[in-house]
């Protein structure tokens, strides 16, 4: 195989390998009821294909423009995947529990040394057919690798603000070590990979190793090892592509690196990555669930809704009385989360990977005796609550079940049954009625035109040009007029939270100023930003509210208008055309707020920077420099990059209904057209109408409104 490296002409495309077959890396032994819990994500998939059957349907017996919009429903409805983000510190088992939620027991290196390195995205499908790619990796760009080697990262950047050169010299050492590891293993042309993708149609455990695993002692692994880790300290982001017969609707998994990464580098692609989810698995140790350390992942969930976050307690196999510490477990991580503004209402549940992933090996002969007894005790107390099934069937299921990972499993599918995967059956079906009522006015009006229009009953009253031309003056006047509602609100979230920022600036230096009175400068003085973060949530909250409604009122606007055009062109035909509500979007929660700053940092931070600064008005100076730098970046998130995002959702939702209408009035002005009566007689009519009502009854079962 050439090396993409030193051969630059195939970098972004490394030549495919001799297929081999994911089945080469998944366990052969596994209990039967895998698919235990995965009823909701089993009955989403049922209601996908009674609407993808329904849009088959109305195909068939659409024209041309009808089926081009049909054609981009099915389109959505068949690539929807639902995402689930797993966070967790490092060793807290998330990348074992993703292996076991996949079914997959040895699919990602799980070992303490080497560890998930970035965001990898396992894509699970039901599918059979394999994909043309199955494994892609995304390196960073030159902006992010020269962001951590000019300034060491985002840890480096609040060093040395705060002036503590100390943590910047470690800083410092660990990035060219990090730098000279990389261009030994890659040459001296490893920039050249900045920002590019290597594509595979196969993958394995030494290719998975070679991009996504990161350790300390590389330079100490076999002969045969030599290339793991090799392109890890440059790797984004990894996607695999898997079937699975274990999942009965497309799937993706996101395993992330630890949030207490070293350089703080990775932070904002694990919130990129939390942010393009609806769902989050936040996975603690029992050993130390939430311990200080895990304040960190509580500020990235903070934001979120209790709906979207689960929380699972993993390694209970390790504690000596589950039965006994689960519940104390719980109230803690209840208080805690209470304590520091977390999401208290979160699902929380508790099983072991560990225990998952013997059971799909078929290694339960080799558990510790310690890991034996939990599971012992953990089914004695399952058994008297009456939590799990578990009184019959083999060793193998029974484990699978107090193992966690059904209830898992079903809390997961149920939130994406009644969430996002019921919202997109919902939007899609009622796009589709809009579309199959449309088919059944051109229908009519090509009935009419056959039997020939009789005095009183004409079939427009404005000419076909007339019609189209007014229909895209109105689509253009209600994109830009929402364009310009979403930029009023938008401009007035900006304007609320540069106020937010300032008065938390101006408060935190007005009791550092009232700290120094009193205390002196002997005295470390501390600031919690959890006030900044609740301001700023607030700002969002507002914003999201005033976005929804600005759409919906020019949605419902664009709706009137559109119907008003029809009725007025072509008059009692198309009354039974259903023209759909576009459903409006909901905002992405702010979960840039969970970025750290320095004041999320205890006495060493604070200490360092203390010592450096003399007299009152240096310290408040400098402090609101500080505090000015640290948070820019996470006001730039939130007040330009995440609102663009919700801001072109908005904008498209409306120019879908736009195009959907385009195709509906194509299909009828269509049907007047003299050399398509002469296709149509009755009875071809008839038939047609008959197939349409037949889909548009399925249709009505998901709609909306």
Not at 168 to 190: P, Y
Not at 193 to 219: A, P, S, V, W
Not at 256 to 261: K, S, W
């Amino acid at each position: 195989m050439v090396d993409p490296i030193h051969d630059p002409q195939t970098a972004s495309v490394p030549p495919a390998k001799p297929a081999a077959e994911p089945a080469d890396i998944r366990s052969a032994a596994a209990p039967g009821n895998l698919t235990a819990g995965l009823e909701p994500l089993a009955q989403l998939a049922a209601q996908r294909q009674q609407i993808l059957k329904a849009l088959d349907g109305l195909s068939a017996v659409s024209g041309e423009s009808a089926q081009r919009a049909l054609a981009r429903l099915s389109g959505e409805l068949t690539s929807f995947e639902p995402a689930i983000t797993v966070l967790g510190q490092v060793k807290s088992g998330k990348t074992a529990l993703v292996n076991a939620m996949a079914g997959w027991s040895d699919l990602l290196p799980s070992d303490v040394n080497p560890w998930t390195s970035v965001v990898t995205s396992l894509h699970l499908s039901p599918d059979t057919a394999r994909a043309e790619t199955s494994a892609r990796f995304q390196f960073m760009t030159e902006g992010e690798w020269d962001r951590l080697l000019t300034k060491g990262g985002r840890i480096g950047e609040m060093a040395g603000r705060a002036g503590a050169e100390s943590e910047l010299d470690k800083i410092r050492e660990q990035i060219e070590a990090m730098r000279d590891r990389s261009r030994a293993r890659l040459g001296r042309k490893f920039e050249m990979l900045m920002g590019q993708t290597h594509d595979y149609g196969y993958f394995d455990k030494n290719l998975i190793e070679r991009y996504i695993c990161l350790g300390d002692d590389f330079e100490d692994l076999e002969p045969d090892q030599a290339d793991q880790g090799r392109f890890a300290d440059i790797t984004r982001s990894a996607d695999l592509y898997l079937n699975s017969g274990m999942i009965p609707h497309a799937l993706c998994l996101r395993d992330t690196p630890g949030v207490n990464d070293t350089f703080m580098m990775r932070e904002q692609i694990t919130i990129q990555a939390l942010r393009d989810s609806r769902l989050c698995v936040v996975v603690l140790s029992a050993g130390q669930a939430l311990t200080s350390v895990d304040l960190g992942l509580i500020r990235m969930i903070a934001s979120l809704d209790a709906r979207e976050v689960v929380i699972f307690v993993n390694r209970i196999d390790e504690l000596q009385d589950p039965a006994q510490q689960v519940p104390e477990i719980e109230a803690a991580i209840r208080e805690t989360l209470r304590d520091h503004h977390g999401p208290q209402e979160a699902e929380i549940l508790f099983g072991s990977a560990y225990w998952a992933n013997a059971a799909l090996m078929g290694q339960l002969d080799n558990l510790p005796p310690a890991s034996a007894a939990a599971l012992l005790n953990w089914a004695e107390a399952s058994v008297k609550a009456g939590t799990h099934q578990i009184a019959k069937g083999p060793a193998q299921d029974m484990v699978w079940q107090l193992s966690g990972l059904p209830a898992l499993h079903r809390t997961l599918g149920e939130q994406i049954l009644v969430g996002e995967g019921g919202a997109t059956l919902a939007r899609v079906a009622t796009s589709a009625l809009t579309v199959a009522s449309g088919q059944e006015a051109a229908h009519a009006i090509r009935v009419q035109a056959q039997r020939g229009s009789t005095e009183g009953d004409a079939v427009h009253g404005l000419d076909t040009n007339t019609v189209r031309m007014t229909f895209e003056q109105l689509a253009d006047q209600h994109m830009d007029a929402l364009e310009r509602a979403l930029d009023e609100v938008l401009a007035a979230y900006r304007g609320r939270a540069d106020r937010a920022h300032a008065t938390f600036v101006d408060r935190a230096t007005r009791a550092l100023i009232e700290h120094l009175e009193q205390w002196g400068d002997q005295s470390v003085w501390e600031y919690d930003p959890a006030g900044l973060r609740l301001l700023l949530r607030t700002a969002y909250s507002v914003m999201s509210s005033r976005l929804q409604a600005a759409a919906e009122a020019r949605y419902q606007a664009a709706v009137r208008d559109v119907a008003g055009l029809l009725h007025q062109g072509f008059g009692s035909a198309v009354e039974g055309v259903q023209l759909a509500l576009p459903q409006v979007p909901d905002v992405a929660a702010p979960v840039a707020l969970g970025q750290t700053i320095a004041l999320d940092f205890n006495d060493g931070w604070w200490a360092s920077w203390w010592r450096r600064t003399r007299g009152y008005r240096a310290f408040a100076n400098q402090f609101r420099s500080l505090i000015e730098g640290e948070t820019e970046d996470f006001m730039v998130q939130l007040k330009s990059v995440q609102v663009a995002d919700t801001r072109a959702e908005f904008l498209a939702r409306l120019q879908g209904f736009f195009d959907e209408q385009r195709d509906i009035l194509a299909e009828i002005t269509d049907a007047q057209d003299g050399d398509l009566r002469a296709r149509f007689n009755n009875h071809t009519a008839e038939a047609q109408s008959k197939a349409s009502r037949a889909a548009m009854l399925v249709l009505k079962t998901y709609a909306t409104g």
